[in-house]
C-alpha cells in the first residue's frame, strides 16, 4: 500500500509565477489535509478537504493560495503570483473515512517550494 | 489546541534508553496526547498517543503523568535512525476541529553512534 504521495519534490518559481503541489492521499484516504512548514518551525495547518468539498480553511492566507480535491485525480494546493514568504515545505496528510481524535495522519514527503 | 512544552534539544547515545518529556499543564479531561516525529527532509510520522493510563507500541512507550500534566516519550533502545524532531500534540475530544494537529519546535534528538 503506496503511502501519500506529493509531486514535485523540488520546486523553483520566480516571484509573480505559479505554483502548483499536488499530492496523492493513500489509497482508501478520503480526508486531505495540508500544512505548511517555514525554516526552523514547526508545522501549521492549512486546509481540510474531503472530495469535492473544503471542509476547513481557516489557515489559508487570505489571498492568492487555494486547495482543491476532485472527485477523480489529486488534491491540489495552488499558490498565485507567487512571493520570497512563500518559501516552504509544504505538506500533505491524509487520513481514512474515519476522523476523529484517535485518527492517525499520514504525511507526504512534502514539497519544498523556493520563490526566487 | 492546548499548548505544550518541550526542551529544544536532547542527545541521547546509540542502544540506550530516551526521555523525551513534555509539558501540559493546561490540558483538559478530555484531550488525547499524541506524538509524532519528523526525520531529516521528511513528514511527520505516528507514533504514539495517549488519554490516561501508559501506552506501549512497536515504536515506544507513552508514560502520561497521574495529574496529565506532563508525559514521557520513551524510546527504549536508541538507534541512529531515530534521530529526529519529537513532536508533542495534544487533541481534542469535542468540537469540530479536532483534525488540526498543532505542531510547535518539537525536540531535536541527537543520537550518538
Known amino acids: 500500500n503506496a503511502g501519500v504521495m506529493q509531486n514535485p519534490r523540488h520546486l523553483v518559481r520566480r516571484r509573480g509565477q505559479e505554483a502548483r503541489l499536488r499530492c496523492s492521499p493513500m489509497?482508501?484516504?478520503?480526508?486531505v489535509y495540508w500544512y505548511r512548514q517555514l525554516p526552523e518551525e514547526g508545522l501549521k495547518f492549512m486546509v481540510y478537504?474531503?472530495?469535492?468539498?473544503?471542509?476547513?480553511e481557516s489557515g489559508m492566507p487570505k489571498e492568492r493560495f487555494s486547495a482543491e480535491f476532485p472527485k477523480e485525480g489529486p488534491s491540489i494546493l495552488r499558490i498565485q503570483q507567487v512571493v520570497r514568504g512563500d518559501s516552504a515545505a509544504y505538506f500533505c496528510?491524509?487520513?481514512?473515512?474515519?476522523?476523529?481524535?484517535?485518527?492517525?495522519?499520514?504525511f507526504g514527503p512534502g514539497t519544498r517550494l523556493t520563490v526566487l | 489546541d492546548a499548548k505544550t512544552t518541550q526542551p529544544n534539544s536532547m542527545e541521547s547515545n546509540e542502544e540506550e534508553p530516551v526521555h523525551l518529556p513534555c509539558n501540559h499543564s493546561?490540558?483538559?479531561?478530555?484531550?488525547?496526547i499524541h506524538w509524532y516525529r519528523q526525520l531529516p527532509s521528511q513528514g511527520p510520522e505516528y507514533v504514539i498517543h495517549?488519554?490516561?493510563s501508559n501506552v506501549n507500541n512497536r515504536m515506544a512507550s507513552l508514560a502520561i503523568a497521574e495529574d496529565r500534566k506532563s508525559s514521557t516519550l520513551i524510546l527504549h533502545r536508541a538507534t541512529l535512525r531515530d534521530a529526529a524532531v519529537y513532536y508533542c500534540?495534544?487533541?481534542?475530544?469535542?468540537?469540530?476541529?479536532?483534525?488540526?494537529?498543532?505542531f510547535g519546535k518539537g525536540t531535536l534528538l541527537t543520537v550518538n553512534p
Open positions: 478537504l474531503q472530495k469535492e468539498n473544503i471542509i476547513d
Open positions: 489509497k482508501g484516504h478520503s480526508h
Open positions: 500534540i495534544l487533541r481534542v475530544v469535542s468540537g469540530g476541529s479536532n483534525y488540526k494537529l498543532t
Open positions: 493546561t490540558i483538559s479531561g478530555t484531550d488525547y
Open positions: 495517549g488519554l490516561t
Open positions: 496528510a491524509s487520513s481514512p473515512l474515519t476522523r476523529g481524535v484517535n485518527n492517525e495522519q499520514f
